[in-house]
């Protein structure tokens, strides 16, 4: 079927905008959606797109532009700082992955070529995938994953290179002669220069566009230097993707970095979203259908290889055997870098297109398989191994009147606060990657978990006076609250509420000093928000006092109700109105006209 530019381009959207939000609400992501998406409209599903070369094309521009954010975002200070997980744990999971993959490959008589570019695309994990999980989970600042995080910029780091160097892949199973030796040549020279003069000069031209003070004129003029560096180095030999990393780079410390990254993310978003439908209409099911124990075996070897090196490493990098396991199973899939290399490695004829076919498709299925990855390691691992209890610290009741329970940011200040008054407290903490970190910078705290009664009891609760409730976790807080209540009716509790919920819950158990965690900062934020707005810094003070006043009354009153989300909803409408309406009333009174 023929179909025009307009109507085939509102059939890709069409899929996209239905299938997409349907795989993030079952929890499959938006790259899952969008290659489900392109397997609905490729020859395998509707047959609506037969060849789908010329949208593959365009849609390489997403990942153009993804480059050049990633290079935006490696500034060299914090490239820096990151070395060690970057560097060390990225180097080595690519370096041991890679060299298993290519053993395996090599043994099963694959030619030593193709194995080593296989071999290093199976060692790539999906950026987008394997980030999107860790936001939704909330595990990005965790300590695996700020590992997974590392692992994952290498990764993108190290593919630029190597996309640059395919095509002296295709040179060697013939002869690398004078002419490729100066095309390499070439090419370095142009790295070099771009590397040297491609900041004053890309900003000479950013000032000169941005002086227009036209937004679309600026947008234009930043593709502009993104695609003009990925032509130049495209004309040399070497892939339009390594010239936007580099423009990234080297526009990393620009003033103009924020201004740039939001202006070309939407077009990065969707242009990745269309390549990701191009590369779903080329899903080759009747391969699948006729390989599908090859296929299996090529999964199975695949999700199993990385599995075990990213749990040893995170072993090795000293993670408890519980952030091991969720960090090897957010990162065993294959990589949206390696649909890009098997596209450029066939094109330069370093790989057969039906080897890229296959390991396409088992790339894809790792993507939809790590969901069931990570329901294994989640269940399986807690229902079927052995159960063991963490070691916590042995403690001694040193006496002191104060225990506090959780030491992130609120515990730690509390702490601080009390050890310049030289006070007593005792510690509690019951992440072990929190407390080997803050040990680190000398702080005392024990290992252990305050919502149990042995340990409270250790750590002294029936001999202390106060008891600082300053957990992060909602469920874990309310839970000790409860112990406390029951077992150390006398301790005083200092609480951190996380939220008004939160409170409602402590006011359930009968706690009434509590701080909710954003309240103390946002009176403080508006006090100075209202001083250079022009108001006095009276009347800024009475804003702020009859404001928290009527605020807390409201939260009594609301707790007498959240049972009732529609009692609740009813009364702080009235709430508010009767504020807005006290206010009113007393500027009337004083003579002051109203204000809009």
């Known amino acids: ?18 299938v997409v939000p349907l795989f993030k609400k079952i929890g499959l992501g938006a790259v899952l959606g969008y290659l489900a998406a392109g397997a609905l409209l490729g020859p395998w599903g509707l047959g609506f797109v037969q060849d789908s070369t010329r949208t593959l094309h365009l849609a390489e521009l997403g990942v153009v532009l993804l480059l050049f954010l990633i290079g935006l975002e490696l500034k060299p200070s914090r490239l820096w700082n990151m070395r060690y997980g970057v560097f060390g744990l990225g180097g080595a999971q690519v370096a041991a992955c890679t060299t298993l993959f290519v053993a395996g490959l090599l043994v099963i008589g694959t030619p030593l070529t193709p194995a080593l570019i296989v071999g290093f695309c199976l060692s790539l994990s999906s950026t987008a995938f394997a980030l999107q999980l ?3 989970r909330k595990e990005l600042n965790t300590g695996f994953g700020r590992s997974a995080f590392a692992i994952l910029l290498f990764q993108d780091l190290v593919a630029i290179p190597v996309l640059a160097l395919l095509p002296l892949f295709a040179a060697t199973t013939t002869s690398l002669g004078a002419s490729e030796l100066l095309s390499v040549g070439k090419a370095l020279g142009a790295i070099l220069l771009i590397s040297f003069f491609g900041q ?13 003070q036209t937004r679309e004129v600026f947008l234009a003029g930043a593709l502009l230097v993104v695609l003009g560096v990925g032509l130049l180095l495209e004309s040399l030999g070497l892939s339009m993707a390594l010239g936007a990393f580099l423009a990234g780079v080297v526009l990393s410390d620009s003033e103009y970095r924020h201004l740039l990254e939001a202006d070309i993310e939407p077009f990065k978003g969707l242009l990745l979203g269309l390549f990701f439908i191009a590369i779903g209409t080329t899903v080759d099911f009747g391969l699948m259908n006729a390989s599908w124990a090859s296929v299996s075996l090529g999964l199975l070897f695949l999700l199993s290889v990385k599995f075990a090196v990213l749990y040893c490493l995170a072993r090795w990098a000293k993670l408890s055997p519980e952030s091991s396991r969720r960090m090897a199973s957010t990162l065993p899939q294959g990589g949206e870098f390696a649909f890009v290399l098997f596209s450029a490695a066939v094109a330069s004829g370093a790989l057969a297109e039906a080897q890229a076919s296959f390991w396409t498709l088992i790339v894809i299925a790792s993507m939809v398989a790590t969901p069931l990855v990570g ?7 807690a229902r079927f191994a052995k159960p063991t209890n963490p070691t916590f610290d042995t403690m001694t009741d040193e006496h002191n009147p104060v225990i506090i329970a959780g030491f992130g940011r609120v515990g730690q200040m509390v702490a601080r606060i009390l050890r310049l008054q030289n006070i007593g407290f005792t510690t509690l903490e019951r992440d072990p990657e929190q407390v080997k970190t803050v040990r680190k910078f000398g702080a005392k705290v024990y290992y252990g978990d305050a919502s149990r009664l042995d340990l409270l009891e250790a750590a002294g609760a029936k001999s ?7 957990m992060d976790d909602v469920e874990t807080s309310v839970k000790t609250a409860q112990l406390i209540r029951e077992h150390f009716p006398h301790l005083r509790v200092f609480a951190r509420a996380r939220n ?6 402590l006011m359930d158990l009968g706690i009434t000093e509590f701080w909710r965690e954003t309240f103390a900062s946002t009176m403080e934020l508006s006090k100075s928000l209202l001083l250079e707005l022009g108001t006095s810094l009276d009347e800024a003070d009475a804003i702020i006092r009859r404001f928290r006043a009527h605020d807390e009354i409201t939260l009594i009153e609301q707790h007498k109700l959240h049972h009732d989300e529609k009692a609740v909803i009813q009364y702080s409408r009235q709430s508010v109105q009767q504020l807005l309406d006290s206010v009113a009333a007393d500027r009337a009174s004083a003579g002051d006209p109203p204000r809009a």
């Open 1 to 18: 079927m023929q179909h025009s530019a307009l109507a085939e381009s509102a059939v890709y959207l069409s899929a996209a905008v239905i």
């Open 375 to 381: 329901f294994l390691e989640r269940f399986l691992f």
């Open 134 to 136: 860790l936001t939704e």
């Open 200 to 212: 004053p000069l890309s900003r000479f031209l950013l000032q000169f566009i941005s002086s227009a």
């Open 464 to 470: 202390a006076k106060f008891f600082v409730l300053a």
């Open 500 to 505: 008004r919920q939160h409170a409602f819950e």
